[in-house]
């Protein structure tokens, strides 16, 4: 017992903070969101470190691999492994939704009404988005014009896309480099002990947090969305214990079941509290490293991950595109209907950022466009990102783990955990 607690302290004060937190909001409801405060400092903490934790994890990695085919096997590894699970994750949200009325005929033509009320608004707000192309959106995801940018939270995928060309150029400089190397390595160090001190505030800040979140949202869902929730919810939690547990054996047989369900629950919890894959990597990747993930891999993979790879989000996006499915009456019966579906929940999700607002967004925007609904139904799905937040960061964050798992047994061959455990003895 004592052993137990010793391994799992931190973890077991985080989920009594949290479960006081949930307590809190279910008593006092909106009058809990005074705790607000409390919970935005730890995030706003957690955010600030992110932009310097990213670029020193990331450069400092790809610098110290010894050999540039290792970084290309890990980097071409990554993306195949985002690209299979994303697929799995797609279509097992369109399964779980295909057979379900997300929205009844009788509330869809309140809502539509509605609707009606904000279309010259919305026409406005659609003349200002198409202003901006796909093309020009992507590039804009993925560099900036000016260098001071990078220095903001907004822009964490044009950070990670300088941050993986400046590690490969210090890898190619060679030994001329190394003082700049080690120079990273050494603000990297700082980095993670700044993370360490923040999180002596953390029971207090989730627990706030949770709290203001239950006390919002917990009483203001109509009917449509609450069924959206309970749904989502219920494939939430099946994926989570079941494509987790496949994925993590996929990696490392019956040692990798348990490797990673004994180091989960800490980024499990961490997201669930905070709603943000980007606050969620310092834990992340610490968690992953007690997996036996290497920590170039998991410096790598959990990073790119909170932008890149995204369970939860595409679910969710299956979950948008499906409720406007219901509530217009789209017809979603042949093969190339039902490929749209897919395709446009995954091109979806690759424009979230981790930041926890303003994100999902641009997503949002995409898949009314590319669906052909009327720009006045954004507000339905930003209701619809809000009360699967939790759930989806859980999804996304968690994925991430279990992924630089299974990418260290492409990258480390089938017994990586035996040479792990040999080199921590």
Known sequence: MKKFLSN???????????????????IFQEKATILSPFGDLFLNLLLVIIIPLIFLTITTSIAKMKTPKRLGKIMITIVGVFIFT????VLIGFAST???????PEDGETIRASLEETTETAEETEVEEEEMSIADRTVN???????????????????LVFSIIFGI??????????????FLEAA????HNVIKIIMYYAPIGLGCYFASLIGSFGASIAVGYLKT??????????????????????AGGKKGIKAFWKNALSPTLTALATCSSAASIPINIESSKKMGVPDDIAETTIPLGSSFHKDGSIIGSVFKIMFLVCLFGTSVATAGD???????????????????????????????SMMGYPVAALPILTIIATIIDPPATMLNVVGDTVSSMMVTRVVDGKDWMEKENQEHE
Do not use: C, H, Q, R
Not at 173 to 182: M, Q, R, S
Not at 188 to 191: C, G, K, L, P, T
């Open 8 to 26: 799992y302290k931190s973890t077991i004060i985080l989920l009594v903070a949290i479960i006081v937190g949930a307590i809190v909001g279910i």
């Open 86 to 89: 994303s697929i799995i994750a």
């Open 98 to 104: 295909y057979f379900v009325k997300l929205v009844e």
């Open 141 to 159: 995801l993925l560099t900036v014009n000016d260098f001071s940018k990078l220095l903001s939270k907004e822009n964490i995928i044009a950070l």
């Open 169 to 182: 150029a210090m890898n190619k400089t060679g030994e001329k480099a190394k003082p700049v190397v080690d």
């Open 188 to 191: 990297n160090e700082i980095v």
């Open 229 to 250: 929730f309970v749904i989502y919810t219920i494939v939430t939690v099946v994926f989570y214990f079941v494509m987790y547990t496949i994925y993590a054996w996929m």
């Open 338 to 368: 039902i490929l749209g579906v897919l395709g446009v929940a995954l091109l979806a999700n690759l424009l979230i950022t981790a930041v926890p607002i303003g994100g999902g967004t641009i997503s949002e925007m995409l898949i009314i």
